[in-house]
């Protein structure tokens, strides 16, 4: 079984989340108003660069009274609002800035059947030390505009449990009451529509390090609640009819199979309430799980499993898995939607039922994908899977045939029953973590991501023709490198079952694995550059392994003593036979001047202890090096990293990149993520860094965005930014 595709999230927690956390502020509970949308004083236009979803969709939300209205949300990208009339998902947490990039995950949302325009979500994607505590965002417009409720709890939108049930929930007999369910902070309540949470007395207890409540759902005029914690033997289910007192549903399932409630549903024509169980929360780690029901006029559970865990598969191995997803029909009583999950030898699948869970029907058996519009969806197959990691399944309350599940990649959408398409437009949840723009060829962009390797982006406005980069099918990119002097030459790193690294002598079309590579690279695939005319790769495996050299296309590799480990090497624009690496353990700049064989200590005494440091070089010219050391400040040296000198306009960058110049300009356009003033942003320089101006407003600016960032040598103005969980944002000059 491949895992491929999956590793995007537990990498991130070690790497941008803590990177990040650093400029994180600690809030306590009060109420502030977001504030209105500044425009750019250069009248910018932010779009996204379509890969098309390419994320964990975590859940979706059909609006109960509003017909063609939904929300929809991820574990590290935001929430967005889908729009009937445009067949396309509007973004609702772009305005989420750097200091807040913990708030980019969604742990719930919840809306009132009785006041369609209300909206809350709550937020906070990492409930580790380290993180910053949650937040609850309340609009009265759909997600046009909000207010802010910093709490004083973490929240784990990305953390295992991220695709059970909503944890927050409108009170159904008081549209002013909001239920809040925490994982290690009990259950929380307000009464003034989200304003203020206060915890209340709830029957089980929280623990440190547990799920805590799994999901809240309005069945009639009672709450139900799921708990995460329980060993299989005690109370997982309970459920209040005051608002007050709480207590374990008498009856409830018990077993290995029913130990974690992920999702529930009710249906109130038959007033029975479906929940669907597994032995973990999931996505992954599941390997049993069930499907009950609860007639709620007289207390009757029974059990509707549509196929248990634990069979054979045609291997000889088990067909293990849990259940996730849960939808009723709000127009056929007893037609109920589950979703398998974690089932990777026979595939997970939907189920559908329309006599109450007697009988059950896949609808993987019969259906019909058209990924056309995402050729990415393959993985480099020769068909797309129905899908995995399927927790969040939506049934339109207005149209019984019009179905929408996610997946760890997309939201598949069906209006037949047979076939499905991605419902997706509008969503883009790609971690971002390398960025070239070539200065010729047909595409303006290549990126590389978490999960979904490298891209080769022929247009801006439609997910790339070619999907992934095959041959061989990385999951996520750990290096992408074009040569400067010949730039149909791209190489790229990454984790893949089949080979670490590629090259291409079509500027990234198409692919060929290098016919060998290092013993280290499958274990620690890391950054790769070719030199200015690609006679040259060298090849960096992390702080425990030295580099390595190809002078051959990657037919043979030899070790390089002198690179320092687990530094990023950096080809000269001009010269083939410089290269240049910065050691953040040191704070010491390493160049080579015989194309990679030796390097040796230049510049000393630089800022070290932080791996994201970034030495990137200005094009068209040699030795001319730009260092961002975060908060350290940016330096520059134009003698090949012998001496660097801090660029005074700013204090702070992240990351920089460069574009083409202005008109009458002789220096390209530098792009800076970084501070010139108070705030994190993004800015242009069009006179070799002198001054700058914010190119990105308050509206647009999608939390962590340290990765990369390059400007567009053939257009002027065109900037484009790696951001963690919202993919590719690009933005030109209005």
Known sequence: MSTFHLSRRSVLAGTAAVAAVVSLPVTQGHAAAVPPAAAAKSGYRWRNAVQGGTGFVTGVLFHPSVRGLAYLRTDIGGAYRWDDRTDRWTPLTDHIGWDDWNLLGVEAMAVDPAHPNRLYLSLGTY?????????????????????????????????????CGERLLVDPRDGDTLWLGTRHDGLLKSTDRGATFKAVSFPAAPSATGQGVTLLVAAGRTVYAGWGDSDGTSANLYRTADGTTWEAVPGQPAGTAARVPVRAAYDKHTRELYVTYADAPGPNGQSDGSVHKLRTTNGKWTEVTPVKPGGATGDGGTDSFGYGGCAVDARRPGTVVVSTNNRWSLIDTLYRT???????????????????????????????????????????PYDSRHIVYGTGATLYGTRDLKRWAPQIRGVEEASIRQLISPPTGQAHLLSGSGDIGVMYHERLTASPSRGMASNPVFGTATGLSLAAAKPSYVV?????????????????????????????????????????????????????????????NGATWAEVASFPKGATPLADPVDPARFYAFDTTTGTLHASTDAGRTFTARATGLNSGDTEFQLTAAPGRSGDLWLSLKWNGLYRSTDGGATFTKVASCWASYTLGFGKAAEGASYPAIYLVGSTETITAVYRSDDEAKSWTRINDDQHQWGWIGAAVTGDPRVHGRVYIATNGRGVQYGEPA
């Open 354 to 396: 329309t006599d109450g869970g007697r009988t059950w029907k896949s609808l993987k058996d019969k259906a019909v994908l058209d990924v056309s519009e995402t050729p990415y969806l393959t993985f480099g197959a020769d068909e797309p899977k129905f899908g995995w990691w399927i927790q969040a399944v939506g049934l339109d």
């Open 492 to 552: 790229r790193a990454g984790w893949g079952d089949h080979g670490n690294g590629a090259w291409s002598d079509d500027g990234g079309k198409t692919w060929a694995p290098f016919e060998a590579q290092p013993d280290v690279a499958k274990s620690a695939p890391g950054p790769i550059a070719a030199n200015a005319d690609g006679s040259v790769l060298l090849w960096s495996f992390g702080t425990a392994n030295p580099g390595y050299r190809s002078a051959d």
């Open 127 to 163: 409930a580790q030390s380290w993180a910053g505590n949650g937040a609850v965002l309340r609009s009265e417009d759909r997600g046009a505009t909000w207010k802010r409720t910093d709490l004083t709890v973490k929240l784990g939108a990305n953390e295992d449990g991220r695709g």
